[in-house]
């Protein structure tokens, strides 16, 4: 009999749903919080109350465009953390009373993982290219860059990660700076397309092994803006292009050195990348050139399983629950769980 597994993922300001069957996909439905727009990030008791109100339709509509009845399924993956207390307990207490009126298992899903096993979605009628274990992945979102050695869809081991701030907190705290808007990702990445990543330079970190700091190269920016600002007020307006993608590659250059480094020195070969900040267009550019240089097999998920979605919580639910694990009903959720089950 085939497996469908219910996924749920509320961690922040995306309600989403997904329904897979053995792995494959049928469904994934996401409802993307626009409240918080006016408020230049995610405002946490907005998006709990969004949730609780995207939350059955958006598992309704997930159910129907798999064409299911909640009757078929055989268990519900739930992101348990990490994230926002608030927005977590809505999927996770959606997650056990569904659970306990189907009367089937829930099984907890880190969030982290879910990001990191993305590209494990297939999807019908796609060519479905997969990572063999162990590979390396580079986990590089809002919250967390890390690069992760993944042994099994149920062993992860952390080789390295930021000291500081987050890769994507660096683009979103820089484009606030710069009074582009948030989040600062899609934003710098289209306005670097038009502009010279070589003209500006900035500073780099000398941390030593895997690990990643970027919070010198935010300074070093906000600096450069404000000293360049004395000199000329329209100096910003006139240079945004350029100043974006000397940025842009800046952070991708420290992404991409710890990177090259822990694929050196672990021998791995079969690199992927996961994560909102791997919809990057010159991440994504620059880790196919160096792949393409050093023999690497490269694994980019699709754009749509980058950002917060419900697919890749049912995928590693779905891992786990072939393993066994079910989750008791009387699990609360964790905002901060990095180092839970890695
Ligand atoms: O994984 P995610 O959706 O949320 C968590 O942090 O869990 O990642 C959001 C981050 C934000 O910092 C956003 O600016 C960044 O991903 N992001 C991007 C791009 N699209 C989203 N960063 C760089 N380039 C992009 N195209």
């Known amino acids: 009999m085939a497996d469908y597994i219910l996924g749920i993922e509320s961690s922040c300001d995306d309600t989403s749903a997904a329904v897979i069957r053995d792995g494959y996909l049928l469904s994934n439905v996401i409802a993307s919080q626009q409240v918080h727009k006016d408020f230049g990030g995610v405002v946490p008791e907005l998006a709990s109350r969004a949730h ?16 299911i009845k909640p009757s078929d399924l055989t268990a519900i993956a739930f992101t348990r953390g990490p994230g926002l207390l608030g927005s ?14 189907l009367n089937i298992p829930i099984v907890m899903v880190n969030h982290l993982q879910g990001h990191i096993l993305a590209g494990f979605v297939r999807q019908e009628g796609k060519e479905n290219r997969q990572p063999q274990f162990p590979y390396l992945c580079l986990l590089v979102s809002g919250g967390n860059s890390q690069i992760v050695k ?5 062993d992860f081991e952390i080789l390295g990660q930021t000291i500081d701030d987050a890769v994507g907190e ?14 600062g990702g899609p934003v710098i990445d289209r306005l670097a397309k038009e502009g010279n990543p070589d003209r500006f330079e ?6 030593p092994g895997l690990d990643y700091s970027f919070s010198g190269v935010k300074t070093s920016l906000l600096y450069f803006v404000r000293d360049e600002m004395a000199k000329d007020p329209s100096f910003l307006e006139n240079n945004k292009e ?8 800046t952070l991708i250059d420290i992404l991409m050195s710890k990177l090259i480094k822990a694929a050196r020195m672990t021998g791995i070969k079969d690199i992927a990348i996961g994560g909102g900040v791997a919809a990057n267009s010159a991440l994504r550019a620059r880790i196919e050139a160096e792949g393409r240089k050093r023999g690497w ?3 980019l ?14 995928l590693a639910g779905w891992f786990r629950y072939q393993a066994g694990e079910r989750t008791p009903f009387d699990v609360a959720p964790v905002s901060r769980m990095a180092d839970y089950l890695m």
């Open 150 to 154: 993944v042994n099994s869809p149920l």
């Open 242 to 249: 350029d100043i974006c993608a000397s940025f842009q590659k």
């Open 301 to 314: 998920p699709e754009l749509k399983f980058t950002t917060d979605n419900a697919a890749m919580i049912a």
């Open 52 to 67: 609780e109100q995207n939350i059955v339709p958006v598992v309704s509509t997930a159910l129907e465009r798999a064409g």
């Open 88 to 101: 977590l307990l809505v999927g996770t207490s959606f997650a056990k009373a569904l659970g306990i009126a």
């Open 170 to 183: 660096a683009f979103d705290k820089c484009s606030k700076m710069m009074g582009l808007g948030y989040p």
């Open 297 to 299: 097999n490269t694994f």
């Open 202 to 207: 900035f500073s780099k970190p000398q941390i």
